[in-house]
């Protein structure tokens, strides 16, 4: 089965701090994604990394960064938290490349609270 | 922009119920259609339908691909309370990205 972790499942923090969100994957999946997910707006994708250093913006992209320094580690990064960033945050991998048409498996999600 | 729309967004049935999900697409070139079901947490993977693969069936779970009329359906029959979750639908295009609606809220009452 595939194993997708994030490393919190909540998490507080105050405006402005700068706030990582862990996840890893233990399928040696290529592609790597970080979804945002609230009530009336469904999934947005932040961003998406297809391999190692390789990373491209997803729809909703502004205050997040992304770091992927090794194939089963993605990292979402918000630089200088704000209140508007509060939300349940998915991970999650696939095999294939960056045109795959595999399914993608998703971690539990970190419920992020920025007060 | 492509586009996902599901409905109804909640439906609550009894336990025994047969219900019927439903998803349609507005998109530029299709690829595939997925089906997620979430519960408290992760989303887990149920089908993807493509043009090869126009239906697919799990036990209780159907889903079936029209791609002439750009939508797909997802049933569940004789529903049990651990059905209840939110089903989420999302389509693939040329590309990685996955396009989702906004989820149908299933709760089965027993």
């Known amino acids: 089965d595939v194993k997708v972790t994030q490393s919190s499942r909540y998490l507080v923090k105050r405006t402005g701090e700068k706030v990582f969100l862990e996840c890893v994957q233990d399928?040696?999946?290529?592609?790597m994604f970080w979804y945002r997910q609230d009530p009336g707006l469904g999934l947005r994708l932040i961003y998406f990394?297809?391999?190692?250093?390789?990373?491209e913006k997803g729809d909703i992209p502004e205050g997040y960064s992304v770091s992927r320094e090794k194939k089963e580690r993605f990292s979402l990064i918000l630089e200088s938290a704000s209140t508007n960033q509060t939300s349940m945050y998915l991970c999650?991998?696939?095999?294939?490349?960056?045109?795959?048409?595999?399914?993608?498996?998703f971690g539990d999600g970190t419920r992020l609270s920025i007060l | 922009e492509d586009k996902v729309v599901q409905s109804p967004l909640s439906l609550v049935v009894h336990e025994g119920d047969t219900v019927t999900l439903n998803c349609s697409y507005e998109?530029?070139?299709?690829?595939?259609l997925l089906w997620y079901k979430q519960e408290k947490k992760a989303p887990t993977f149920l089908f993807m339908l493509?043009?090869?693969?126009i239906e697919k069936k799990s036990g209780r779970l159907s889903s079936i691909l029209d791609k002439k009329e750009l939508s797909s359906i997802l049933n569940i029959t004789a529903t049990q309370t651990g059905d209840s979750a939110i089903y989420l639908c999302?389509?693939?295009?040329?590309?990685?990205?996955?396009?989702f609606g906004k989820g149908t809220l299933l709760t089965v009452n027993p």
């Open positions: 999650a991998s696939s095999p294939g490349d960056r045109f795959s048409n595999q399914p993608q498996h």
């Open positions: 399928m040696d999946h290529e592609n």
């Open positions: 990394s297809y391999d190692v250093k390789m990373k």
């Open positions: 998109v530029t070139n299709f690829r595939s």
């Open positions: 493509t043009s090869s693969g």
């Open positions: 999302a389509h693939r295009a040329g590309n990685y990205k996955l396009t």
